[in-house]
C-alpha cells in the first residue's frame, strides 16, 4: 500500500490551494502531520491529479511502480500516435524499453536512448499536428469540443486504472 504523511507533502512543495482541500479532506491538521495517509485515500479526495502528483512524495519512492503507471498511461493513447504514423515505433520502443528497466532488465543508457527517440517522435508529432490545426479553420471548435471530451474521458480511465492497482486484492 503506498503512503505519504502531510509533512512528506508539505515538503514535496504540495499546491497550497490542494494541501488545504485535502487537510479539509481529513478533517482538519487535528489528522495528524506524521499520520500515514494512502494513495488511494488521496485519489478519492482529491482526484487522480493529485495522487499523481502525490506520488513523489510516498515514502519510500516506488520508482517500479510508478514507471509502470506512466507505461500504462502511454501504451494506452499509443493507438492514436500509431494511426498517423504506423511505421514509426520510437513511442512503442520507449515503452517497452522503460517496462524492462521498471523490472532491472535494461540499463539506464538504454533507457536514455529510447526516451530521446521517444521525445523526437512526439515532437514531430506535435509539430505536425498544430500545424494542421493552424490550417483547419472549418471544424476548428468542434475539434476541440472533441479534444475536452476525450481529454476527460481519459483522466477518467486514468484514475480508475490508479484505483485499480491501489485496491487491495483479498
Known amino acids: 500500500m503506498l503512503t ?21 479532506g481529513l478533517g482538519g491538521l487535528s489528522y495528524g502531520m506524521d499520520t500515514p495517509i ?3 485515500h488521496i485519489l ?12 513523489r512524495a510516498c515514502l519510500p519512492l516506488q520508482q517500479h511502480f510508478v514507471r509502470e503507471l506512466a507505461c500504462d498511461y502511454a501504451a494506452r ?3 492514436i500516435f500509431e494511426a498517423n504514423y504506423p511505421d514509426d515505433h520510437r513511442p512503442s520502443k520507449c515503452i517497452e524499453v522503460a517496462r524492462r528497466y521498471a523490472r532491472g532488465e535494461a540499463s539506464e543508457a538504454e533507457l536514455s536512448v529510447a526516451r530521446d527517440a521517444a521525445w523526437n517522435a512526439v ?4 509539430w505536425a499536428a498544430a500545424r494542421d490545426a ?3 479553420d472549418d471544424g476548428y471548435a ?6 475536452v471530451t476525450a481529454r476527460e474521458a481519459e483522466r477518467q480511465w486514468q484514475g480508475e486504472h490508479l484505483r485499480s492497482l491501489l485496491t487491495p486484492t483479498k
Open 134 to 136: 493552424a490550417w483547419a
Open 142 to 147: 468542434d475539434m476541440d469540443t472533441t479534444g
Open 123 to 126: 515532437r514531430v508529432a506535435a
Open 38 to 40: 494512502t494513495l488511494l
Open 44 to 55: 478519492d479526495l482529491c482526484g487522480v491529479d493529485d495522487a499523481i502528483w502525490a506520488l
Open 77 to 79: 493513447v499509443l493507438p
Open 4 to 24: 505519504t504523511t502531510l509533512s512528506a507533502l508539505h515538503h514535496a512543495n504540495a499546491c497550497t490551494a490542494r494541501y488545504k482541500v485535502l487537510i479539509e
